[in-house]
């Protein structure tokens, strides 16, 4: 256990639905980031929040949206689904005294059908 | 950011060590490098990082060049639980726009 979890590990939905992926950090951390992985492809980073701010973006689309709640958690909204969002949502905290490095959450599998 | 490069993938034998080289040429003086491996489609697993110095961890050595441009990351006696994707990126503190490449697929041959 990483420390880092992100609920619910599977969801499967239909194409044009939204759905809602949760993470909660590693106790202490404030930082959270959203990576996306699909299939044989390396982790591209879509959002980072630290404390409740967003301070990094990456090539995120328009039809996904994150938040970053008081109490540190995180919740990445997708919306409008297609065929070609399915992928593995990973979430990871960091805090400087572990020198910024990340801990990883076991992510999320989105099929999109 | 630094931009990272790695070979795309790589065999060693059971028992032997696994040498894993990364490039890291932009690489500025406040970012760490930073490895993690990825089993399947688990969630990315920290091994090691450094700034400059030589690391040595209970899974792992880390070697930095001195011009700090590349390093290598040593698995002294490589298992088949070691067959994995190993990522190298570098990090330094403040807003990062961190994308993993594809790392290095390592297999483990019998």
């Known amino acids: 256990d990483s420390g880092v979890t992100q609920t619910p590990k599977h969801l499967i939905t239909a194409t044009g639905q939204r759905v809602t992926l949760r993470c909660s950090p590693r106790s202490g951390d404030l930082s959270v980031y959203w990576y996306q992985q699909s299939l044989d492809q390396g982790l591209q980073f879509l959002i980072q929040y630290y404390n409740g701010e967003e301070r990094a973006k990456g090539n995120i689309l328009e039809r996904f949206s994150a938040q970053q709640f008081p109490d540190l958690h995180s919740e990445l909204n997708l919306s409008s689904l297609e065929l070609g969002d399915s992928a593995l949502y990973f979430c990871a905290s960091s805090v400087k005294d572990r020198g910024y490095g990340y801990t990883f959450g076991s992510g999320t599998r989105l099929t999109v059908v | 950011d630094a931009k990272t490069t790695q070979p795309p993938s790589m065999d060693c034998a059971e028992g032997r060590a696994a040498n894993l080289p990364c490039n890291h040429s932009?690489?500025?003086?406040?970012?760490?490098v930073y490895w993690y491996r990825q089993i399947h489609s688990q969630g990315p697993q920290y091994i090691i990082h450094?700034?400059?110095n030589n690391e040595t961890n209970e899974m792992a050595s880390l070697i930095i060049t001195e011009d700090r441009k590349s390093s290598t990351l040593i698995l002294p006696h490589a298992t088949l639980r070691d067959t994995a994707v190993y990522y190298c990126i570098a990090l330094s503190g403040g807003y990062q726009k961190v994308t993993f490449g594809t790392g290095t697929k390592l297999q483990v041959i019998p």
């Open positions: 450094g700034l400059k």
């Open positions: 932009t690489i500025s003086g406040n970012e760490y």
